[in-house]
């Protein structure tokens, strides 16, 4: 589901056809509807002007992009072909926000990718090992993106709960935390069978959290889906 505007298809429009109507002025609208970003209120006029009402309606999912769409976007963009605000109107792209994201993902030669807004995506098994000097590198990036975790796993080929993982295990253990300790303990064969009660009352106890966490995760999808 798509993330709803903290501002009415009402407000929108109103905004919209005072500007042009000469009745309030930019800095007017900003004060009205308490924001300072006159860069939103440029974004819905220029939407409003090719699209109408239709460019505020509000929808129950997210829109698709390709890689192919995105790499031809930003490929405009740096060829000159347009602006940021031109070329979300052009092509009814969510925001301009949205546009600097993938332009910062291809000129950091990484690889944007096909984009389909399922909450499916979010409990993604892990797609891949990883070495923990890839692990260091994701983390870095991650926190250096604003903790942006479906644009990191998107852009390392990685799942969304392994970036949010590592990252959380970093925060408390530092590069520590990103050591894969697998492998490096007895196996349940190996040990007796208070110990392996032990065990499995760990993994089911692991389970139950994963679970939670996930459940909480799903409820945050809204603030990144339009990523």
Known sequence: MSRKSKYSIEQRVQACEDYHNGTRSLEEICIALGTTRKKTIREWLKKYEKYGV????EKSYNKSYTKEFKIQVVEEYISGYGSLEE??????????TQLRKWISVYNANRELRD???KPEVYMAEARRKTSIEERKEIVKYCIGHNRN???TASAYDVSY????SWVKKYDALGEEGLTDKRGCHKTDEDVDELEHLRRENVHLKKQLKEKDMLTELLKKVQEF???
Do not use: G
Request: with cysteine; glycine share 0%; proline share 4%.
């Open 87 to 96: 070329l979300i109107v052009k092509y009814d792209i969510s925001s301009t």
């Open 225 to 227: 889906e339009r990523m």
């Open 54 to 57: 239709s460019a505020f309606q």
């Open 149 to 151: 975790y479906k644009e």
């Open 161 to 164: 709960n392994q970036v949010y």
């Open 115 to 117: 984009y389909c807004p």
